[in-house]
């Protein structure tokens, strides 16, 4: 376990000057996967989702392709909301279906890092002159507020982004989509199924090493914005899944003892082989989905999988009172 050696005074910490505190102070470090997502972490996921081990877009985007036309229609949705929106390649699948059907008129994409947002959304108004494109840069896991929209809305939390919540976390964050969401409005999930741990792992521990790029990366954020002095190179990338609780674990593994500063942290003694867990991929079944939405006041209305039963899309809507 690390040891906190002392700790400086300082002036009020910012949101992830205070995360990272908490989360470098318990037993099994861990850091929010949010974090990842700085524009050089955002590229380098875009880049994972192009590897042939990470099944999870190309079986998402199959199954938008024979879904999507279906969704818009029996969803009647003007606008489409993405939670944790990226750079919306997916997602131009529903985009083209609401046009198509002539009820799309608004898209409003949600993503913390600002940068990759504008990239976006500059990208988008290029292929998209008549959408109505209003984004939000706010962070997922905090209340914040909509711009005023029409309805029906679909809401949409599509990459299996789910998985990377505990199932407390999980909850939270689909009630808080829930109190965003009116009664005649829908929202689209898409979950990674269970399945054999090889094809788990392998999905996680590439062999071009983007995976370990990215993980990695997210100590240099830590180095850009709060002066850290963490070294890259003493450090790896590990990937295994738990069985038990049905997740993939991420993880940064210090090669060597070593003592880490970060101004108004302190100086962190670090064992080697010690760990610091970086993000975790929940998988899911059916059931466990269910319990999630009873849990956040949704129900489920559709379950689409692929054919390889890799991947399920779920439309759910407000479930009853």
């Known amino acids: ?45 875009e880049e994972i989702t192009q590897l ?7 079986a998402e985007r199959d199954l938008l392709l024979q879904c999507t036309q279906w969704f818009v229609t029996s969803t009647g949705c003007r606008t489409l909301v993405e939670f944790g929106a990226g750079s919306a390649a997916k997602t131009r699948i529903l985009l083209d279906g609401m046009l198509r059907g002539g009820t799309g008129c608004t898209y409003m994409p949600i993503d913390l890092s600002t940068e990759f947002l504008g990239e976006t959304v500059g990208t988008l108004r290029i292929r998209y002159p008549d959408l ?4 939000v840069n706010a ?20 990459g ?24 005649l409005d829908s929202f689209l999930l898409g979950v990674d199924l269970r399945k054999n741990t090889r094809v788990l792992e392998a999905a996680y521990n590439d062999v071009q090493g983007v995976t370990a790029r990215f ?3 997210l100590l240099q954020v830590l180095n850009r914005e709060l002066g850290a002095d963490f070294d890259l190179a003493a450090y ?16 940064l593994v210090s090669e060597r003892e070593q003592v880490v500063t970060i101004p108004d942290i302190g100086r962190i003694a670090v064992a080697r082989g010690e760990t610091i867990r970086t993000e975790i991929s929940c998988k899911y079944d059916r059931a466990a989905v269910q319990m999630l939405f009873e849990a956040a006041g949704l129900e489920i209305e559709e379950w689409h999988t ?6 399920a899309l779920v439309l759910g809507r407000v479930g009853d009172s």
Do not use: C, W
């Open 139 to 158: 962070d997922i896991t905090r209340d914040f507020r909509l711009p005023k929209h029409d309805g029906p809305v679909l809401f949409a939390l599509l």
């Open 215 to 217: 993980n990695l990366n």
């Open 236 to 251: 790896s990338h590990r990937a295994f899944y738990d069985e038990h609780l049905h997740r993939i674990e991420m993880h």
């Open 306 to 311: 692929d054919e390889h039963q890799r991947f």
């Open 52 to 58: 042939p081990e990470y099944y999870l877009t190309a």
């Open 132 to 135: 109505r494109i209003m984004p």
């Open 1 to 45: 376990m690390s040891q906190l050696l002392d700790s400086a005074l300082s002036a009020p910490h910012s949101d992830m000057l205070a995360d990272v505190r908490e989360g470098l102070s318990r037993p099994q470090q861990a850091l929010p996967h949010k974090y990842f997502y700085d524009q050089v972490g955002s590229l380098l996921f």
């Open 160 to 183: 299996s982004t789910i998985g990377n919540f505990d199932e407390i976390n999980a909850t939270r964050l689909l009630r808080r989509i829930r109190g965003q969401m009116e009664p």
